[in-house]
């Protein structure tokens, strides 16, 4: 046996699997609450699965002395103490390859309902009335669409985009060398700023990104865009969004995410009057927070860390 793994949310079975297989105990504990942590409940458990219901605090970690690894269902390490965890020689491990061909393809499908008017159009149609010209779309063709963030999430994007007739480009503050893959042109933020028709977002969540999408980054375009958001609600304010569509100095938006998401990702706080506003606007497509949630990636996401898990216990074992 190599040691317990504690399962505090719920994942694909697959890793349990896997985990067992390979010679790991592995308990559920989805119902574990932070004080139980805090009193020893997991202080001889070797690893944890988490997705976002618990921030993993240095405080936490310090009550889990034998911990190894945590394994991340998902993309975003917000949620995780990562530097302390590195200081203590304790793994993380997330799996952003395994949902983002559901994130490219939910970003293309919002994109092309704000393009076509798709939403309104359905819910027209439903409401007995034919109305062409009220709905008339705008095609992808020939517009720059300009990625934010060029890792996993943002390539994906870009793959999807390819065949559209569109011109794609990619700003990422810290990943350089990228030309020409997915048929991306690497530009800087003031080209995008120059040029973009539409700004898709797809940057992790911290403090040089929340609120990053404000006045004086809105107002920076040189032509009103339209803007995608699938990574994280605190990066877009909500009523700074608002008061660009208000402006013409975008044309809509498709939210994904929203700021006002629960901490843990499940459920909004409390209504408030930005979010009334943004619910009546529509000039706005909204999902909540299932870009990276479809069939498939549910499984990829739980397989992905079962290799990473696994490829780390070889990669001990070599040495």
Not at 51 to 58: E, G, K
Not at 86 to 98: A, D, K, L, T, Y
Not at 266 to 282: F, H, N, P, V, Y
């Amino acid at each position: 046996m190599k040691g317990r793994v504690a399962f505090l949310d719920a994942v694909h079975p697959v890793l349990q699997e896997r985990l067992e297989k390979a010679g790991w105990t592995c308990d559920q504990m989805e119902e574990l609450g932070r004080q139980e942590i805090l009193d020893g409940a997991l202080k001889a458990h070797s690893g944890v699965v988490i997705r976002a219901r618990l921030q993993l605090d240095q405080a936490l970690f310090q009550s889990m002395p034998a911990l190894q690894f945590v394994a991340r269902s998902g993309a975003g390490l917000e949620n995780i103490a990562i530097d302390y965890a590195s200081s203590q020689g304790i793994e993380v491990f997330n799996s952003p390859e395994g949902n983002a061909d559901a994130v490219g393809e939910h970003a293309l499908g919002q994109l092309l309902m704000l393009f076509h008017k798709l939403r309104i159009a359905d819910v027209s149609v439903r409401n007995n009335q034919w109305e062409r010209e009220a709905h008339r779309g705008m095609e992808l063709k020939g517009k720059t669409v300009a990625i934010i963030g060029f890792g996993h999430m943002g390539r994906s994007f870009a793959r999807k985009l390819r065949g559209m007739d569109c011109r794609v480009v990619a700003y990422d503050k810290y990943v350089r060398g990228y030309h020409g893959e997915e048929g991306v042109l690497e530009w800087t933020m003031d080209q995008v700023f120059e040029q973009a028709d539409v700004v898709s977002l797809h940057l992790p969540f911290n403090k040089e990104t929340d609120q990053l999408v404000q006045h004086h980054w809105l107002r920076a375009f040189k032509r009103p865009i339209s803007l995608i958001n699938t990574a994280r609600g605190g990066i877009v304010n909500t009523a700074h969004l608002l008061d660009a569509l208000d402006a013409q100095v975008i044309h809509g938006a498709a939210l994904d995410v929203l700021e006002f998401e629960r901490r843990s990702l499940e459920g909004l706080i409390s209504r408030s009057s930005e979010l009334d506003r943004l619910l009546a606007d529509e000039r706005v497509v909204l999902s909540p927070h299932v870009a990276g949630w479809s069939v498939e990636s549910y499984f990829k996401l739980s397989d992905v860390l079962a290799d990473k898990i696994q490829n780390w216990q070889h990669s001990l074992h070599s040495t």
